[in-house]
Nanobody, 122 residues
Framework: QVQLVESGGGLVQAGGSLSVSCAAS????????MAWFRQTPGKEREIVAT???????YYADSVKGRFSISRTNAKNTVYLQMNSLKPEDTAVYYC????????????????WGQGTQVTVSS
């Protein structure tokens, strides 16, 4: 099991930028696929981005070109840089870890952080 702790959420105006990070401990971080999901009240948790152990990335169409996921294995940390933020990006953002190389759905992920709120004002 991997323990995950997110940080860096907050309030930002539309068009602004925000970065969130996730510190991991426990199982070997460097071999896991890491991801960011987000969820708003009444909606299902949706994938935002993933990064595999080889550095390959996946982005949801809604954030492609605006968000960037990265990882630093030496620090057991994964980051999400969010640019050109829109009000519809407002959500609780969750960090997740999966031992699977190909992982994009919530059921693929076995470890979750507690979430961090990101609010984008119009």
């Amino acid at each position: 099991q991997v323990q995950l702790v997110e940080s860096g959420g907050g309030l930002v105006q539309a068009g602004g930028s925000l970065s969130v990070s996730c510190a991991a401990s426990g199982r070997t971080f460097s071999t896991d696929t890491m991801a960011w999901f987000r969820q708003t009240p009444g909606k299902e948790r949706e994938i935002v981005a993933t990064i595999s152990r080889d550095g390959s990335t996946y982005y949801a169409d809604s954030v492609k070109g605006r968000f960037s996921i990265s990882r630093t294995n030496a620090k057991n940390t994964v980051y999400l840089q969010m640019n050109s933020l829109k009000p519809e990006d407002t959500a609780v953002y969750y960090c997740a870890a999966s031992p699977r190389f190909f992982a994009t759905t919530p059921t693929d992920f076995t470890s979750w952080g507690q979430g961090t709120q990101v609010t984008v004002s119009s």
